[in-house]
Structure formats: structure tokens, C-alpha cells
């Protein structure tokens, strides 16, 4: 199975982790043992104490990991490169449940990036969930705001939640769809 380890480990100091499927946030204390069941995209799934919860990237250290260091850009980058780079962390933000990046997953509909008078760039992506009631949506929006904002020149980033068109099967990447069972 992609991504998948079952790998053991201990909290090394309290880190905030999110439920899954509900999406509250919590707080996992320092000691609590458990097994990373999913990494991927630089954060993880655990299994703690019967439940699955998401810790970010940037808390990587709270259970032994190396945080994620933010992308390169090339010197003088166009707004070419630099949603070439988005796309990129794009896929690097996983559904908790699915091993699946979100941009194979077909929930990416549109990403445009605005030019700054200062140089910097604002950046527009609309995404949708694979079910509207989906808990873990903020969660997803939140992960791909972050992925975003730590690219070189981006000084803001909005996500927006979009569930029109509907998402099916058939927008998902042929690897998607082969990696999940569904081809």
C-alpha cells in the first residue's frame, strides 16, 4: 500500500491533531504512544488510543519526523514556474482517508495567480471534496493554503470550497483511479 507504515511511535511534546473523519482539533499529549498509519505529502495519519488523527508537516518533530522544507523557485521565477510549483505542493496534500493527492483525485478545479504590484503574487485556487459533508473539507482547504503560502513570492493565498460541478469518479487521474481499485 502507498504511503503506508504502521510504524510506531511516542509524542515527543504536545501537538495539535485533528480527528478523523470529524475534523475538530485536539490536543495529543506528550508520552501517548501510537502508529503512523499514513505518510504522506509530509503530513501524517496516526492511530492513537482507537482513533485516526492528522498532524501537519510542520509538526513532524512531535512524533520524531523531519518538518518539511518550504519549495525552490528558480531565480526570476514567471507566474508560469510558480503555478508549475503550485500544482506540485498541490499534490502533495493527501485526503486522510485516501492515499490519493488531491489533485488526482479531480478536486483542483481552478488555480490563478494575480501579479502584485510589489512583485509578490496572490494566488486563487477552487477545490471541491470527493462529498460535500465531508468532514476533513477545512482540513483539506486549510493543508493546501499552507502548501501554497510557503512558496517564494506568494504573499496570499485563498481556497475556496467549490461543489459545482459535482465531483465523480471520472475526474480522477488514470493513476487515481488505478491505485484506488476503481479501473
Request: net charge negative.
Amino acid at each position: 500500500m502507498f504511503g503506508h507504515t504502521n510504524e510506531p511511535f511516542t509524542i515527543q511534546r504536545d501537538v495539535t491533531a485533528v480527528i478523523i473523519p470529524v475534523g475538530e482539533s485536539v490536543t495529543l499529549r506528550e508520552g501517548t504512544a501510537g502508529f503512523i498509519t499514513q505518510a504522506l505529502g509530509g503530513s501524517f495519519t496516526v492511530y492513537v488510543e482507537g482513533n485516526l488523527f492528522r498532524i501537519a508537516g510542520m509538526d513532524a518533530d512531535a512524533i520524531g519526523k523531519e518538518p518539511e522544507a518550504p519549495p525552490a523557485i528558480p531565480e526570476n521565477a514567471t507566474d508560469k514556474d510558480i503555478e508549475a510549483v503550485i500544482w506540485e505542493q498541490l499534490k502533495t496534500c493527501y485526503d486522510p482517508e485516501i492515499p490519493v493527492n488531491i489533485v488526482d483525485l479531480g478536486l483542483i478545479y481552478r488555480c490563478e495567480i494575480e501579479p502584485r504590484p510589489d512583485g509578490q503574487r496572490s494566488v486563487t485556487v477552487d477545490m471541491t471534496l470527493t462529498a460535500p459533508g465531508c468532514g476533513m473539507g477545512e482540513i483539506l482547504v486549510q493543508d493546501a493554503q499552507e502548501k501554497i503560502a510557503v512558496i517564494p513570492t506568494i504573499a496570499d493565498v485563498r481556497v475556496e470550497l467549490v461543489f459545482d460541478p459535482p465531483w465523480n469518479q471520472s475526474m480522477m487521474s488514470d493513476e487515481a483511479r488505478l491505485q484506488t481499485g476503481l479501473m
